[in-house]
Structures are given as structure tokens and as C-alpha cells.
């Protein structure tokens, strides 16, 4: 199984996807500077003061790191604003633990553009091929980034530590590095059950973990070839059967096609519901109709994202994010989705509640049998004088059916960094977006230049 596995991985892009690459690369720098000055990222950042220097990126300071803390304190502050990527049938945000890997492992070694972007790829088609095999059973209870992603980031390793071997060692230590993450997968949902850094420490864990993995490989480590499918092996502890199907599908695309990419700082399972009613208050709008007025309002949307997200009263930034019920009444009162609309001063606004208050939710069987392929809700707000309207949505903003553009996720960034470099990062973007890399075989410098102007 692993063979053909490693066959899917492997496979040699397109150029649209090439591209596709370097807009997760972008967008992954702009919410992880973003995540570094949060509260929640003070213990990494405090952390990092005592680490060793080293040459490799660190996104809290000019100093640099050695490439395994490298990646554990990047990998930290990916999904702390809820702006990471997510890919919906495997359930997992895989820019988060690959990218600081892949960024962390190339800092031993002078790799080229094209050949960096496709360690990204194939990091990014391990970690969500891994996760649409394990399935939605698997993350009722589990952490998929992290459980996932130590695979994804061991794969993009190990192409970089390898690429100029010759195909047989690449492969092969491609797959050890593979079975040896077995052993350190981890990150159990009861992080999100409280305060606390343990999801933010399960990313960081898999990103080092899966790096590690990728180095012990390189170093003649091995392991029984069954670790994924064995009777006692990754996907008999994690998983209810042994359907390893979607590890060895044969595809024409890469995975890395179908990542969605996110416009709101919130929870992916709220999006669709925050697409739907910012939709409805332009209608508000155009029939100059007041939301003070609003009777009830009714969202229908699938069971996961009502178990995720059913907080009628966030007492806190995070329940925040994760509140279908706040994430509405902003959409309607504020006609979007910012930062600073999860503090205090907004959870505690009594307009914002007065909203809250009149929303009810529902499990739509419908909706829920289409998750994961789908992200779906529906808002019906019904007004005093009996006048109702109503919308749907199955794609939500930021899905490969209704994408966020090149633009967009730069802007993105720019807005996210929003600090007195903006020009230099600007130009930072420009470089990466406009490389050659089908023909510029020279060392990338991205991340050296992005260390200079943190």
C-alpha cells in the first residue's frame, strides 16, 4: 500500500498549481505574523527567547532558529485568528504544519523554487489524502491538522533533504519518513473545550514531529513497512475500519487545488453561515429595511458545525470565532468580519446580543449527509410586520467553486501584517508570485528576506 501511496504523492504538477503553491505560501505568512501578536502566541513567544540561535525563519524575532525549533514555533501561530487554509473533505488546515517545516528544512540546504513549491504540493497531498482516509468519524474526536498534518510536513521534508538524490532514495526515505510519523501523530478535541494554547502546541508538535521524521529517515531509520495498515498500526488506532482507499485514489489533479482559503477570522464551520448573512443584509439594505426590527432569525446548517459552534453567549474571544450566533449578528449589523469584532466590547455589546438572541439553530439532515464535500447553511429572518426573506448557500467564499483571487489573498496579507514594513512585504509577494520557476534555478531567498524585515 505504502508504494502506491507514495505513487499519488509524488506526481509532478501543473503549473496552475505550481501557482496555487505559492498563494498558500502567501497566505500562510500573513495569518501567522498576524497570529505572533496575539495572547494566545505569548507562550511561544517566550519560549523562543531561550531557544538557540540557528539559521532558520522565526517569526517572532530577527534572531534565528535551529530548523527543529524553527518549525515548532512557526507552526504555533498558523491557526491562532482563524485565517489558516482548510481543505473540506479531509478536514484539515494543512498549511499550518507543512509550510514551517518545508521552510524550516530548507535552511539546510539550497533549494530552487520550482523544487521548493513541490514539497509544498506534495506535503500538502500527503497530509489530505491521510485525512479523507481517516474521514469525519476520525475528527469527532481528533485534531486532523495536527493527527494529519506530521505527514504532510514529514513528505515535504523529506522531498527537500532528498530532491537531488537519485529516485530511489528519494523514494525511499520518503517512505520511512512516512512510517516513522506514525509514531508521533497526535492532538485530541478536548483542546477546544477551554482556554489554553494545547491546539496551537498540537500544530507546532506536528510540524517539528514530521520534520524530525523526515531527518531520522535520512539518517537510516526504519521502521515495519506496514505502520499505516497493520493490525496494530496509524489507522487501526485512529480510524473505525481500514478503508485506506483514499490514500492510493488515482487522481488527475493535486489536493492542493481543492484548499479553500479564508476571508473571516472565524471558524471555517461559521463562513457559510457569515456568506449567507452578509448576502441578506444587502437585501436589508436595498429594501431599507431596519434589523432592529427582526422578529427571529432561523439558521439551518449542518450537525458538525452546530456541534463546533453553537455558543448563543461567547464569553471570550475564541468561543467568539466559534459562534455561529455572534458571527450573524455581526454579518448583519456590521456588514463584515474583523479581529477586533471578537473582543470583549463586541461580545458584550448589548445591539450585537439583542441580535443573538433571536437566532435559533437547526440540523438539516440534507446538509448534514453533504458534509464534508459541502459547507452549507441557510438564513431565514423573519421581521415584525410578518415580511420574511431567506437565503442558501453551499459554497462559501474562499472555496475552489467560489475562490478567493490572487489579489484578494495579497491583500489578504498586506492587511493581516499591517505594520510599518507593508512596502518591503508588498515587494516580498511580488517576488514570490512572479518567480520563474519553471526556468530560475537559483536558491530561493523568500524566507531569508522575510526574516530581514520581521
Not at 521524521?213 to 531509520?221: D, G, M, V
Amino acid at each position: 500500500m505504502i508504494e502506491q501511496y507514495i505513487n499519488q504523492i509524488t506526481r509532478k504538477p501543473k503549473a496552475k498549481t505550481v501557482k496555487k503553491a505559492k498563494l498558500e505560501i502567501i497566505d500562510w505568512i500573513g495569518y501567522s505574523i498576524a497570529g505572533t501578536v496575539t495572547k494566545q502566541a505569548k507562550p511561544f513567544e517566550n519560549l523562543q527567547k531561550n531557544l538557540p540561535n540557528g539559521n532558520a525563519l522565526n517569526l517572532f524575532s530577527k534572531r534565528q532558529l535551529n530548523m527543529f525549533d524553527s518549525s515548532f514555533i512557526n507552526a504555533s501561530v498558523g491557526n491562532i485568528l482563524e485565517l489558516d487554509d482548510v481543505h473540506r473533505t479531509s478536514i484539515i488546515h494543512p498549511g499550518d504544519t507543512i509550510i514551517p517545516a518545508a521552510i524550516a528544512a530548507s535552511s539546510s540546504t539550497k533549494i530552487d523554487a520550482f523544487n521548493f513549491l513541490r514539497a509544498i504540493i506534495i506535503g500538502y497531498e500527503t497530509a489530505i489524502r491521510m485525512g479523507k482516509c481517516l474521514g469525519v468519524d476520525h475528527y469527532k474526536i481528533f485534531y486532523s491538522s495536527a493527527t494529519c498534518g506530521v505527514f504532510g510536513a514529514a513528505a515535504a521534508s523529506s522531498y527537500i533533504l532528498n530532491y537531488k538524490n537519485n529516485l530511489s532514495t528519494q523514494l525511499q526515505n520518503l517512505n520511512s519518513s512516512i512510517q516513522l510519523s506514525t509514531m508521533t501523530s497526535s492532538g485530541v478535541w478536548q483542546c477546544r473545550k477551554g482556554d489554553g494554547e494545547a491546539k496551537q502546541y498540537a500544530l507546532a508538535n506536528a510540524s517539528r514531529a514530521g520534520l524530525t521524521s523526515a531527518f531520522l529517515a535520512q539518517n537510516n531509520a526504519n521502521t515495519p513497512i506496514d505502520m499505516i495498515e497493520g493490525e496494530l498500526g496509524f489507522l487501526k488506532g485512529f480510524a473505525k475500519t481500514n478503508d485506506y482507499s483514499e490514500l492510493i485514489k488515482k487522481n488527475d489533479g493535486h489536493l492542493i487545488d481543492e484548499v479553500s482559503n479564508k476571508p473571516w477570522a472565524a471558524c471555517r464551520h461559521s463562513h457559510p453561515v457569515i456568506g449567507v448573512s452578509l448576502e441578506l443584509k444587502k437585501e436589508v439594505n436595498r429594501l431599507n429595511l431596519n434589523i432592529e426590527n427582526i422578529h427571529e432569525i432561523t439558521i439551518e446548517t449542518y450537525q458538525t458545525a452546530i456541534d463546533f459552534c453553537d455558543k448563543d453567549n461567547p464569553q471570550n474571544d475564541i468561543e467568539g470565532k466559534f459562534s455561529l450566533q455572534h458571527c450573524c449578528a455581526l454579518s448583519l449589523i456590521y456588514e463584515n468580519i474583523l479581529e477586533d469584532y471578537f473582543k470583549d466590547n463586541f461580545l458584550n455589546n448589548s445591539s450585537i446580543k439583542k441580535i443573538r438572541d433571536k437566532i435559533k439553530l437547526i440540523s438539516n439532515k440534507k446538509m448534514t449527509k453533504s458534509f464534508p464535500e459541502n459547507y452549507s447553511a441557510s438564513l431565514e429572518i423573519k421581521f415584525n410586520n410578518g415580511f420574511t426573506m431567506k437565503k442558501i448557500s453551499l459554497d462559501a467564499k474562499g472555496d475552489p467553486e467560489n475562490p478567493m483571487t490572487e489579489k484578494e489573498i495579497c491583500d489578504k496579507t498586506i492587511r493581516l501584517i499591517n505594520n510599518n514594513n507593508c512596502n518591503k512585504f508588498e515587494l516580498l509577494i511580488k517576488k514570490i508570485i512572479d518567480t520563474d520557476d519553471a526556468n530560475d534555478h537559483s536558491p530561493i531567498t523568500w524566507f531569508n528576506d522575510l526574516q530581514k524585515i520581521i
